[in-house]
């Protein structure tokens, strides 16, 4: 393994061992200090927006003066500083102040990363998905790692498992490459980014994602309601993203074999397929085996994702177009499908909730389909070639501005 890949999966590594432990326990360390409970959705709610958004500023600086690796650097080093008062904050407003500090600066570290690693595919192995599984695998193990630890020693734990990971941050992410693809010259804002293939694309992510709402927040409460044991959700979720890491390992034979759009209307079908039998599945077994379909849903389409951004959008944009998908999808969409589904759980139910969710990704093949007749017309006209993450193959990507397509 080279030094350059090393570094990489190191930062992969720490930036979702912290993610691992951040998503089951923070709130629980947040009802240990006593916040009621529109605190916790305050405080966990705010996250996601905030760190997106500031992604694009981030992705802005680093585009228009090409110095992406000084900035991702920059703020892994600064956002790693505002974890040592998280250690000692208790109140409320301290308390989203130091959090909104840390978003602000670790916000761009993953579409920077991303980006990163899409320029420099070839040098690092040409495989995405089997750079990238290593966050998988970190999740994973920040989930486990940390339950032992947290039933001996309290949630009083977290913020020190959160915190730790994000010291060894910028010393990793400082290894990896330096060069940013594209000329100063040809520069374009992220929100020069939105052509129609690029709109499409934001739709198709915004409905996957926003449909996850159920799964993301309430997956528990629905195999309770069922009678399960509540060791359930954890069972669930740690083989969702474990196949989550086999479809990220074996992506690149996907990319082989369909085209990236073409893969992301087979991810919404399953996904469609993966919610409505969740609301009408009844036994433990089925519910869980149906989650497997996690493996489709994230990993499939994210790593098609990220192969056709490379397409539709310029590589002087690269940055700008990483953290528009992540804003979009995993920002603006995962929020609204958090408060969407808490809006209306009480009333209907997580079945018929998970009901819901099938018809948002359904919803979402409009948009895919457009996308998939876009991005074959992109391609015929393609006449610079660029490395992709299905390895050794080039694609073909037009000079013209973005606005002309």
């Known amino acids: ?80 500083l505002f974890f040592v008062p998280l250690l000692f904050v208790r109140a409320f407003v301290p308390m989203l102040i130091v959090l909104g500090a840390i978003g602000l600066f670790h916000g761009g570290v993953i579409p920077m990363l991303d980006a990163t690693v899409m320029d420099h595919l070839p040098l690092l192995g040409g495989d995405y998905g089997r750079v990238r599984l290593w966050g998988s695998v970190a999740f994973v193990l920040g989930s486990l790692v940390s339950a032992p630890l947290v039933s001996a020693w309290s949630p009083a734990i977290v913020p020190i498992l959160i915190a730790v990971p994000t010291f060894g941050l910028a010393p990793a992410l400082a290894r990896i490459p330096s060069e940013q693809l594209g000329h100063a010259d040809r520069f374009y804002a992220p929100w020069a980014l939105v052509t129609p293939p690029m709109a ?115 590589a002087e944009g690269s940055t700008g177009g990483q953290a528009l998908y992540g804003m979009v999808g995993f920002g603006v969409a995962a929020t609204m499908g958090q408060l969407l589904a808490g809006s209306i759980v009480d009333r209907i139910g997580t079945a018929r909730l998970f009901g819901v969710e099938a018809v948002l990704a359904f919803l979402g093949i409009v948009p895919a389909w457009r996308l998939r007749r876009l991005a074959a017309e992109l391609r015929t006209s393609r ?20 606005k002309s397509r």
């Open 383 to 402: 006449v610079t070639p660029t490395a992709v993450p299905g390895g050794d193959a080039c694609i073909m990507q037009a000079e013209e501005s973005p």
């Open 200 to 314: 499409a694309f934001l739709s198709t992510v915004f409905l996957i994602q926003m449909s996850s709402g159920a799964w993301t927040g309430f997956f528990g409460m629905h195999t309770a309601s069922l009678g399960f044991s509540d060791a359930i959700p954890g069972v669930t979720w740690s083989l969702a993203v474990s196949a989550e890491v086999m479809v990220l390992f074996w992506g690149r034979r996907l990319l082989e074999w369909l085209e990236p759009q073409d893969l992301i209307v087979i991810a919404l079908l399953v996904t469609v397929v993966r919610w409505a039998l969740t609301a009408m599945a009844r036994d433990e077994t089925l519910v869980v085996a149906i989650q497997l379909g996690h493996a489709v849903t994230f990993s499939t389409f994210h790593i098609a994702a990220l192969l056709l951004l490379t397409r539709i959008v310029p």
């Open 1 to 80: 393994m080279s030094p350059e890949r090393r570094a990489v999966v190191a930062g992969y590594f720490l930036v979702f061992f912290g993610a691992g432990v951040w998503i089951p326990y923070f709130p629980l360390y947040l009802a240990h200090l006593g916040y009621p409970g529109w605190q916790i959705g305050v405080v966990v709610g705010v996250q996601p927006v905030l760190r997106w958004g500031s992604a694009l500023l981030w992705a802005f600086v680093a585009d228009r003066w090409r110095i992406r690796h000084r900035v991702l650097v920059g703020g892994a080093f600064i956002g790693a």
